[in-house]
């Protein structure tokens, strides 16, 4: 998807979820309703006329249950024009509703009317400026409309006896003292939140404009470490074929310095291949724009591996057990990546345990997805090292006094794989107690 086309769906992604929070409050808007006009006529015993309070109720509850159906997904087929059509619209029914409660219950007379200014902010996020500003003129028109009419008799009057002494809606002071502050509050509380929303909004831009040059600048990174790291391995596997025969005695036969100064050189390159070879690995599944996907045994994944950790654990007496839920079996993802990943933390496992441990696998089925969790009875991991174990490079300090040996990359390479799978990954460790890692993977 090109970047002007993202940018407009994360647009609309982001406005529907802001109509979804409407609709939201627009059932518990239609609920308070119901009980305010049922605790008025029941404890406060005001004569209001129950039917058609009822009915704007159940107005509310219809129109917003079309808007409800209507931003159902697929939610790619609204356009953002259709989206601000319906923000619109929302606000305007709202309004109307807002302004026929008023009518039925009091008028002028009712304390509620500054309930419009809710509806002003809701416009100030969710519309233009200019939008809001004319909803504001639309709520000030409605609210004349009103109480010009009452105050002419055009409209029967409901008074609020009970709540007022004397009738309001026609005294000339009154209505000119309400209707200022009200009209003054409407435009003021939209030009505060069309302000504050509009600064927000331009952050907002500046912070993804800057998210993507970092991305950008990230890929420049690590197409260079792939160039780069691509001319190490070859050169390095010319030294290493270059070594071997010596080290063999293939050219002839070597004194005890010799070998001793050979064989460290072998060792030496091996770990730096092993290192290049991940380094590689991991810059690769950064820049791959997509990875393949298909069905796979996750079971026998999981069996094959744990049969090759248990040889390696038997060095250090470290028992393996695991439990897989009998209904997992297919999952879909890349196999080999997730036999590597598994592979990894099974390893990171043994070689973190003190001889005589113990290392858990449980496999447990959550409906779309599986959990894997592998419990080892390690060297734990410090709490505040916690954050900082799935960077790339990073080591524990107590991994690196206990095991010389380490790239710091496998586990940056099992975050990205499992990101890749749209998974999670995640570890909760005590230090000197053990760790476990869990995994969850979408089937
Ligand atoms: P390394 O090559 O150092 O093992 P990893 O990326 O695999 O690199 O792991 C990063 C760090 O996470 C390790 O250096 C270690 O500090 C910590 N770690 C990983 N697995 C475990 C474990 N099972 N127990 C304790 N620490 C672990």
């Avoid at 927000?200 to 404009?209: A, D, F, H």
């Avoid at 293939?250 to 770990?271: C, S, Y």
Wanted: hydrophobic share 45%; proline share 3%; aromatic share 10%.
């Amino acid at each position: 998807m090109r970047s002007f086309e993202m940018e407009s769906f994360n647009l609309i992604e982001e406005s529907v979820e802001r109509l979804h929070w409407l609709i939201k409050l627009r059932w518990i808007a239609a609920v308070a309703v119901i009980s305010t006009v049922l605790f008025t006529n029941q404890i406060l015993k005001f004569s209001l006329p129950n039917f058609p309070l009822y009915a704007i109720a159940v107005t509310l509850y219809v129109y917003n249950l079309i808007f409800f159906l209507l931003l159902l997904p697929p939610k790619q087929r609204n356009s953002l024009i259709t989206i601000n059509r319906i923000a619109n619209a929302q606000i305007s029914l709202d309004l109307l509703s807002l302004a026929a409660l008023m009518h039925f219950s009091g008028g002028i007379e009712n304390p509620f009317i500054f309930y419009f200014i809710f509806h002003m902010i809701i416009a100030g996020i969710l519309l233009s400026r200019r939008a809001s500003f004319l909803q504001a003129t639309v709520a000030v028109l409605l609210f004349c409309f009103i109480v010009i009419s009452e105050y002419l008799g055009l409209l029967p009057h409901y008074c609020l006896r009970g709540f007022i002494i004397h009738d309001q809606h026609n005294n000339l002071i009154y209505i000119w003292g309400v209707s200022f502050v009200f009209i003054s509050t409407l435009y003021i509380a939209v030009y505060m939140a069309t302000s504050i929303s509009s600064r927000l909004r331009q952050r907002e831009k500046v912070l993804k404009e800057t998210n993507e040059l970092l991305k950008e600048k990230d890929q420049l990174k690590s197409e260079y470490v792939l160039r780069v790291s691509h001319d190490i391995k070859e050169h390095l596997a010319a030294i290493q074929g270059c070594l071997e025969p010596v080290a063999g005695g293939i050219t002839g036969e070597l004194n005890p310095k010799q070998f001793d100064l050979v064989q460290r050189a072998v060792r030496r390159t091996a770990k730096l291949m092993f290192f290049v070879r991940a380094l590689l690995e991991i810059t690769r599944i950064k820049l791959s724009k997509e990875i393949k996907m298909d069905f796979f045994s996750f079971k026998d994944v999981l069996s094959e591996t744990v049969d090759y950790i248990t040889v390696k654990a038997r060095d250090k007496n470290i028992s393996v057990s695991s439990t897989l839920e009998p209904s997992i079996d297919r999952i879909r993802g890349t196999k080999e990546y997730i036999q590597e990943t598994i592979t990894n933390l099974l390893a990171n496992s043994v070689k973190y345990t003190p001889r005589n441990g113990k290392i858990e696998i449980k496999v447990s089925d959550k409906g779309n997805s599986i959990l894997m969790q592998i419990k080892d009875t390690g060297i734990g991991i410090p709490r505040d090292e916690l954050p900082k174990i799935f960077d790339e490079f990073y080591r524990a300090s107590n991994a690196r006094e206990v095991e010389r040996d380490g790239t710091g990359l496998g586990l940056s390479i099992a975050k990205q794989i499992v990101q890749r799978h749209q998974g999670n990954i995640w570890v909760e460790s005590e230090e000197g107690k053990g760790s476990t890692f869990h995994i969850e993977l979408p089937k």
